[in-house]
């Protein structure tokens, strides 16, 4: 089980690589796809090595070994050789993980019930919500149905082809549910925060996502490119009245910060506008693919290792 579990603890550090390659060479969508999978993957394997380290460690106390029926001696036999001291650790982290991911989902549990409270509450029965607040501001409100929030702000900093690019960029958020995608790997970086580089990902990846959407939509990629770059501007200074519970969750433009160089967030989506549509590199979502599986191999690879050795200490605990 050793090497297994081991290997399974260090395809975490893979986060950052799989980001870069999912955001330079694949469709916004399939990377959306490919990164959110791979969150979910890479902290569940990780943080379920850490348990089977914490396990193998336990079941070697005689005193638990007797308790769960085991035989000692064919735990000590064929057991793992694991320290005490990174058996704890493995513990405390594996603990830590726990309660991380126990309040990141309490959390965004409340956030989306308030959400989709607050979209309940909107006025009107239409997706498309206008407020009259002179701040430009734009977003989505997940719920059933979801709305599109925009402000007379936005509206009036935006031309009518603006408008219709906008729309079209909020209805692919509301349409394609991104808040899911956003959620799963916000909740793999609580489990383990070296998926971090994922989660920043995703959070792009959506916009990125929406950008194209919009740009297929109108059938001017160019305008849309103009109409972020002219929202991004008109936002710059502006104070948006939202509610706490839209400004902590659903899905925002504001909360895509990744930098992947010296340009931000905006500056790369208008420029990925300004170039022809992108595509999927086969190679590309091959190589993401296989490292996943192989994450989830060398996880069960591990698991059922220690199954086989709990199942052998307690056929022989029960036979002599």
């Not at 704890?88 to 991911?101: E, N, Y």
């Not at 206008?130 to 936005?154: C, H, K, L, Q, W």
């Not at 925060?193 to 990846?205: C, E, F, K, N, Q």
């Not at 008109?234 to 706490?244: C, D, E, G, I, L």
């Given at each position: 089980?050793?090497?297994?579990?081991?290997?399974?603890?260090?395809?975490?550090?893979?986060?950052?690589?799989?980001?870069?390659?999912?955001?330079?060479?694949?469709?916004?969508?399939?990377?959306?796809?490919?990164?959110?999978?791979?969150?979910?993957?890479?902290?569940?394997?990780?943080?379920?090595?850490?348990?089977?380290?914490?396990?193998?460690?336990?079941?070697?106390?005689?005193?638990?070994?007797?308790?769960?029926?085991?035989?000692?001696?064919?735990?000590?036999?064929?057991?793992?050789?694991?320290?005490?001291?990174?058996?704890?650790?493995?513990?405390?982290?594996?603990?830590?993980?726990?309660?991380?991911?126990?309040?990141?989902?309490?959390?965004?549990?409340?956030?989306?019930?308030?959400?989709?409270?607050?979209?309940?509450?909107?006025?009107?029965?239409?997706?498309?919500?206008?407020?009259?607040?002179?701040?430009?501001?734009?977003?989505?409100?997940?719920?059933?149905?979801?709305?599109?929030?925009?402000?007379?702000?936005?509206?009036?900093?935006?031309?009518?082809?603006?408008?219709?690019?906008?729309?079209?960029?909020?209805?692919?958020?509301?349409?394609?549910?991104?808040?899911?995608?956003?959620?799963?790997?916000?909740?793999?970086?609580?489990?383990?925060?070296?998926?971090?580089?994922?989660?920043?990902?995703?959070?792009?990846?959506?916009?990125?996502?929406?950008?194209?959407?919009?740009?297929?939509?109108?059938?001017?990629?160019?305008?849309?490119?103009?109409?972020?770059?002219?929202?991004?501007?008109?936002?710059?200074?502006?104070?948006?009245?939202?509610?706490?519970?839209?400004?902590?969750?659903?899905?925002?433009?504001?909360?895509?910060?990744?930098?992947?160089?010296?340009?931000?967030?905006?500056?790369?989506?208008?420029?990925a506008l300004l170039d022809p549509a992108p595509r999927t590199s086969l190679p590309a979502l091959a190589a993401g693919l296989a490292v996943l599986v192989l994450a989830a191999f060398c996880a069960l690879e591990a698991a059922n290792d220690l199954q086989d050795l709990l199942s052998l200490a307690h056929w022989y605990a029960d036979h002599h």
């Amino acid at each position: 089980m050793r090497v297994f579990v081991y290997v399974t603890l260090i395809f975490p550090l893979t986060a950052a690589p799989l980001a870069r390659l999912a955001l330079t060479r694949l469709h916004p969508r399939h990377a959306t796809w490919l990164l959110s999978l791979a969150a979910v993957i890479l902290a569940g394997t990780s943080c379920g090595a850490l348990g089977l380290v914490a396990i193998s460690a336990l079941v070697r106390i005689p005193a638990l070994a007797h308790l769960a029926h085991l035989s000692h001696r064919v735990i000590i036999a064929g057991g793992d050789s694991t320290s005490g001291v990174i058996a704890v650790a493995a513990g405390i982290l594996f603990g830590a993980a726990l309660l991380l991911t126990a309040t990141f989902t309490v959390t965004r549990a409340r956030t989306l019930a308030a959400a989709f409270t607050h979209a309940r509450a909107l006025p009107g029965a239409a997706s498309l919500v206008i407020t009259r607040d002179e701040s430009a501001d734009a977003y989505t409100v997940p719920g059933n149905p979801g709305r599109i929030v925009v402000s007379t702000g936005m509206l009036e900093a935006l031309d009518r082809p603006g408008r219709r690019a906008l729309l079209a960029h909020e209805h692919a958020h509301l349409d394609h549910r991104h808040y899911l995608y956003t959620t799963a790997a916000r909740l793999a970086a609580a489990a383990n925060p070296l998926v971090r580089p994922l989660a920043g990902a995703v959070d792009y990846a959506v916009e990125r996502w929406a950008d194209e959407h919009a740009a297929h939509t109108i059938g001017d990629r160019r305008q849309v490119a103009t109409a972020i770059a002219t929202a991004a501007i008109a936002t710059k200074h502006a104070r948006p009245r939202r509610s706490p519970a839209l400004a902590l969750g659903a899905v925002v433009s504001r909360t895509s910060g990744l930098r992947l160089d010296n340009a931000g967030p905006v500056p790369r989506r208008v420029a990925a506008l300004l170039d022809p549509a992108p595509r999927t590199s086969l190679p590309a979502l091959a190589a993401g693919l296989a490292v996943l599986v192989l994450a989830a191999f060398c996880a069960l690879e591990a698991a059922n290792d220690l199954q086989d050795l709990l199942s052998l200490a307690h056929w022989y605990a029960d036979h002599h």
